[in-house]
């Protein structure tokens, strides 16, 4: 999955308790607009479980975002290429389910969430979306989602899964695609130069060439266009306040790292930036957006 800050711990994998830690501030800024329409979107009345295939998937997130606002029986298909994170699945969903007052087990390979009124089959798949993933036939499912993935992938990536979509015919939601866009607040005279390195740094193959970033949303939103799809989007901004300590102490360090890896020579500008933020962070005076994108495409 994608971060606002890629924290890689193998190819191709993120640091679960990142993703953990995010998933709130995900929860909150997802375009509920996007995602309806994606759910009305959906075949209902076929007699079997929609069926769902999230790219990147992580721990399930999108999953766990998505499920219970589409509603009825649902078959998911949870594609990775981290082993760390696929197997991780299983109990981030069953711990999901038990706080809700859900039963879950095991069902082969699968999991299986029975919420009372609908039952929800979740199975993970290894597959590396670098490489190999036009093996997946998108038209197999009713419905494709994504989620903090797509700044990641290059140019050429992003126009053959446009074309796959496109010849899929099946509605597309990727969620949390990040936009370059940061606003911390108060203003530092480093943050300038902080944000050139993060945008530098978005640049760098992620494993699929090089990276699009910032560029990804609209240009995806172009190449679906063109292709006669019609593509809505829509902010889904993080607006992390001085109530969440950990969450800005982890932005800040992060931001920090990137320049410094960026801008070896600006050092000093960074050490200073640093420690400004720190204070800020404990006397609850600092905050921040960062800037996210959804995008649905019928």
Known sequence: MSQTTPKPITPGGFDASWLQQREPFDLAARSQALATAFAAALPRGSGRPVRLVDLAAGTGANFRALAPLIGG???WLLIDHDPLLLAAQHAHI?????????????????LRVQTGSACWRVQGQALDLAASWTALDLARFDGVTTTAFLDLVSAAWLETFSQQVAQARRPLLA?????????WLPAHPADAALQAAFLQHQGVDKGFGPALGAAALAHLAELLSAQGLVVHTARSDWRISATDPNMLTRMVSEA??????VAPGSATHIADWLATRRVQIHSTGLQLTVGHGDLLAL
């Open 94 to 110: 069953a711990a999901w389910a038990r706080q809700r007052g859900w039963h879950s087990e095991p069902q082969g390979q699968a």
């Open 175 to 183: 969620t949390l695609t990040v936009d370059g866009q940061r606003l």
């Open 73 to 75: 029986d649902q078959d």
């Open 256 to 261: 920090a790292a990137v320049a410094r890896d």
